[in-house]
């Protein structure tokens, strides 16, 4: 195998040369469109990933959907940082403690003045939104 070539190796075993530089998007999109659309990251060398990470040595990897237990974690995971950052821009004052993800979902202890009421949710929420929009 040449230097500008990788090893893919897939779950089931299979293994297929890429491009090096070859992403987890690019993989999952060689597979089917519908495992692009449904593929919220990955892992590469039992590493978990985004799907934008250039692959550069050969790689056994993995992609995760949304009902897939890693692709929650993912997508909990990625929430709470949205989150924290939402806080942040909001009250920027604010101090945080501990946010993992758990079981059923994410929480981060937030220390801010200010006692939060519903009302305040909906911003937050809003705020998340602008956060996400920008990409």
Do not use: C, W
């Amino acid at each position: 195998m040449s230097n500008q070539h990788v090893r893919i190796q897939f779950p089931d075993g299979q293994q297929q040369e890429f491009p090096q530089g070859v992403t987890l998007t690019d993989i999952a999109q060689s597979i089917s469109p519908g495992l692009r659309k449904k593929a919220v990251a990955g892992s590469v060398n039992g590493t978990t990933v985004d799907l934008t990470r250039p692959i550069l040595e050969d790689a056994d990897i993995s992609i995760y959907d949304a009902v897939s237990q890693e692709g929650i974690g993912v997508i909990r995971h990625s929430a709470a940082h949205i989150l924290a950052q939402a806080i942040r821009r909001l009250y920027p004052d604010a101090s945080f403690g501990v946010g993992p993800v758990i079981e059923n979902g994410f929480y981060y202890d937030i220390d801010i003045e200010k006692a939060l009421v519903p009302e305040d949710l909906v911003e937050i929420e809003d705020m998340m939104g602008q956060i996400v929009q920008e990409d």
